[in-house]
Structures are given as C-alpha cells and as structure tokens.
C-alpha cells in the first residue's frame, strides 16, 4: 500500500502558476505509475496528466496541454505537476493517484484504474 499526500495548491491570478507535489510514503515509488486528477465543483473528476513508473513517458488532457508538466522524482517518493498559464477554468481540488504495475513505460489515464488517491488540495484561480 501506498500512502499520498498533495501539497502546493492556494489561490492565483489568472496567468500565473502553481507547482503541486504528491509525496508518496509506504511502498515503493517507483513500482507504480502516476496521475494527477482534478474535480471542479458540480462536475466529475476528470483526468489532467499522467507518467509512467520510468518517468519518460507521460499523457496529458487537451485543456492542460502546453501549460501543464507532470513530472516524478523516484529517489525522493514525489510527483509534481507544474502549472502554468493558470485560468479561472482550472479551478478544482487537485488529487495525485497511484497506479502499481510491472512495466516501466506504462501511462495510465483511466480513473478506474488507479489504486491509491491523495486528499487532493485545491487550486483556484482568480480572473
């Protein structure tokens, strides 16, 4: 089992940007592919980025694409997603979530699919 915690979110203007991280305790990192996730209000969480075990492959979302980077740091347990060009549209609670598997360049995008989530934290972005 793998225990996720987020970190980073808070309030900014549109245009700028914010870097969440997922810290990962428990299992070993390494053994699963990562996503980050995002759920607005009234609306069902929905997919935003993607990497895999390795790192060196990753998928994201049309609407963040561009302006947003997942990325992993295997030997420190953490996932970030780096956020830039921030609009009011990207306001929503941010979750990371933990996918175990035995292939390295797996990227997976499915919410289902995912074991473990964070607590999520909020990101909102004001016009």
């Known amino acids: 089992q793998v225990r996720l915690v987020e970190s980073g979110g808070g309030l900014v203007q549109a245009g700028g940007s914010l870097r969440l991280s997922c810290a990962a305790s428990g299992r070993t ?18 997919f935003v ?3 895999s075990r ?6 994201y979302a049309d609407s963040v694409k561009g302006r947003f ?12 997603l780096q956020m830039n060009s921030l609009t009011p549209e990207d306001t929503a609670v941010y979750y990371c979530a933990a996918k175990g598997g035995k292939v390295l360049h797996i ?9 473990y989530w964070g607590q999520g934290t909020q990101v909102t972005v004001s016009s």
Request: hydrophobic share 40%; net charge neutral; glycine share 8%.
């Open 29 to 46: 990192f390494s053994m699963y592919a990562m996503g980050w996730f995002r759920q607005a209000p009234g609306k069902e969480r929905e």
């Open 49 to 51: 980025a993607a990497v």
């Open 54 to 59: 390795n790192g060196r492959n990753t998928d």
């Open 69 to 80: 980077t997942i990325s992993r740091d295997n030997a420190r347990n953490t996932l970030y």
């Open 107 to 115: 990227i997976v995008v499915g919410i289902a699919e995912y074991d």
